[in-house]
């Protein structure tokens, strides 16, 4: 697969993704308390990890859009 995320988004993915894990790790916020938010939130926050290690997203490589400039 060729990389389609660029570095601006890539960045942007980082920080949700790292937000994500700490809001359902760390916060101590109640709405993360329950099972299905918080495991949800890590999911999607270990997803935007990989996505922004590899450079690859697979939603953008179905509909063919491309962030980076090569």
């Known amino acids: 697969?060729?990389?389609n995320v660029?570095?601006?988004?890539r960045l942007f993915r980082a920080a949700l993704g790292v937000g994500l894990f700490y809001l359902?790790?760390?916060?101590?916020?109640?709405?993360?308390?329950g099972g299905v938010l918080k495991y949800g939130a890590l999911v999607v926050g270990l997803v935007m990890i990989v996505v922004s290690?590899?450079?690859v997203c697979p939603i953008y490589?179905?509909?063919?859009f491309k962030t980076c400039r090569s």
């Open 1 to 3: 697969m060729s990389t």
């Open 6 to 9: 660029g570095t601006l988004d």
């Open 24 to 33: 359902a790790l760390f916060s101590g916020l109640p709405a993360f308390d």
């Open 53 to 55: 290690a590899t450079r």
């Open 61 to 64: 490589t179905i509909f063919g």
